[in-house]
């Protein structure tokens, strides 16, 4: 199975700040990858697909780069609702895996 | 949308059925996985189904033990666990598969499974 290391698992941040989440593949994955947001007692949603596409009705602070076997999602200016747990998903092959997660906290 | 089934409570050794009513769409042209998530943990890939066929792939963690069907005539999607044990308590969602980038676009509510004796 491809194994999907993010990193860091945590952070503080402050509102106004530049924040950047990386996910490295065990093997290449092209750009399947797919990141998400999940806020607690809620689903996850859908922020970027195919490793740099923005989903439909995502802010522009959501941007996400990378092919191969290392991807980062990058929060221009962090907002207050952005503070919550993100997740990358690589779907080049089965299983499907996710990274650990990424929690965003409020410094 | 994808609304699915209440909470469940079980014993060990029991089963679970969850289900995953879909609208809005055509049932049949959508994939749907199932992907669960323990307490205070991340998000682990079960499986997917394919709803036009009833074909399936499950995580090998599962083999054995999940079940996935669809009631086409209801636009319905189940996952069934088996054995459980108290492990296997989590929130279960069902998410739908958008063909052209393979990404999770529309997600179910969760199903909240409690395995206790």
């Known amino acids: 199975a491809i194994q999907m290391t993010q990193t860091p698992s945590s952070l503080s941040a402050s509102v106004g700040d530049r924040v950047t989440i990386t996910c490295r593949a065990s093997q290449g994955i092209r750009n399947d990858l797919g990141w998400y947001q999940q806020k607690p007692g809620e689903a996850p949603k859908l922020l970027i697909y195919a490793a740099s596409s923005l989903q439909n009705g995502v802010p522009s602070r959501f941007s996400a780069s990378g092919s191969g076997t290392d991807f980062t999602l990058t929060i221009s200016s962090l907002q207050p609702e952005d503070f919550a747990t993100y997740y990358c998903l690589q779907n080049n092959g089965y299983p499907w895996t996710f990274g650990q997660g990424t929690k965003v906290e409020i410094k | 949308q994808l609304v699915q089934s209440g909470a469940e409570v079980k014993k060990p050794g029991a089963s679970v059925k969850v289900s995953c009513k879909a609208s809005?769409?055509?049932?049949?042209?959508?994939?749907i996985h199932w992907v669960r998530q323990a307490p205070g943990q991340g998000l682990e890939w079960m499986g997917i189904m394919d709803p036009s066929d009833g074909g399936t792939t499950y995580a090998q963690k599962f083999q054995g033990r999940v079940t996935m069907t669809r009631d086409t005539s209801t636009s319905t999607a189940y996952m069934e666990l088996s054995s459980l044990r108290s492990e296997d308590t989590a929130v279960y969602y069902c998410a739908r598969e958008k063909v052209v980038n393979h990404a999770f676009d529309i997600w179910g509510q969760g199903t909240v499974v409690t395995v206790s004796s």
């Open positions: 809005g769409y055509r049932f049949n042209n959508y994939y």
